[in-house]
């Protein structure tokens, strides 16, 4: 079945350092979506991308869609403690939506 | 408008004993979802519900877990004969149609089973 993989699980950055969450799925998808889970919160969407290649910018994030369609990242310029939290992508294909397994943020103030 | 709320927020039960977990989506989304998260893992997927489809059970752990979605509304999670292993924060999401829309969460059930 399809699966969703992210790296890194876990990542500790300095605030101020950039940070990136990469997500590969195991089939190719029609398209992907990037959910934010504070700590202690439930998951929030934050955007989807369909077109193969299609980057979007939301202020410090910048989410990219691979050519092939089969995988995506998540990039933070500049990480503020705000965006601390655990990121998730999910990914549609084959009629099912499939969550990666997440990366953790944690900041170093 | 009101967001996907449910019930109760937290939940500590004794070993053997049932639990239902309540999930009301938001209004005209006729696409139910229901997770389990453990401490500090990702979302697993248990079961879906698509208006008056059979509903995808593929995802459910154990028969000791069932679902139901009544008139296409609210849904009720049962965990029957809880184990401690079942422990976990239960999730529930709805979207107005199955994968190409976003899924809106509610806060979750905190489940603890002693």
């Known amino acids: 079945g399809q699966q969703v993989m992210q790296i890194p699980q876990y990542q500790h950055v300095q605030e101020g350092e950039d940070f990136t969450t990469y997500c590969n799925s195991s089939t190719t998808l029609s398209n992907i979506q990037w959910y934010k889970q504070r700590p202690g919160g439930h998951p929030v969407f934050l955007i989807q991308?369909?077109?193969?290649?299609e980057v979007k910018k939301q202020k410090r994030l910048t989410f990219q869609f691979g050519e092939a369609k089969k995988n995506s990242s998540l990039h933070i310029t500049a990480t503020q403690t705000i965006d601390v939290g655990t990121y998730f992508c999910a990914g549609f294909g084959n009629e099912k939506l499939t969550f990666g397994t997440g990366t953790r943020l944690t900041i170093i103030p | 408008g009101a967001g996907v709320s449910q019930s109760p927020s937290n939940k500590v039960t004794e070993k053997g004993k049932d639990v239902e977990l309540r999930c009301d989506p938001i209004?005209?989304?006729?696409?139910l979802y229901w997770y389990r998260q453990s401490l500090g893992q990702g979302l697993e997927f248990l079961i879906y519900?698509?208006?008056?489809?059979?509903?995808?059970k593929s995802g459910l752990p154990s028969d000791r877990f069932s679902a139901e979605r009544t008139g296409g509304s609210v849904s009720t999670l049962t965990i029957q004969r809880t184990q401690q292993e079942d422990s976990a924060v239960y999730l529930c999401?709805?979207?107005?149609?199955?994968?190409?829309?976003?899924?809106?969460f509610g806060p979750g059930t905190r489940l603890l089973v002693l």
């Open positions: 991308l369909v077109k193969s290649g």
């Open positions: 999401a709805s979207s107005v149609k199955r994968g190409m829309e976003t899924q809106y």
């Open positions: 519900f698509q208006g008056n489809s059979a509903p995808d």
């Open positions: 209004s005209g989304h006729t696409a």
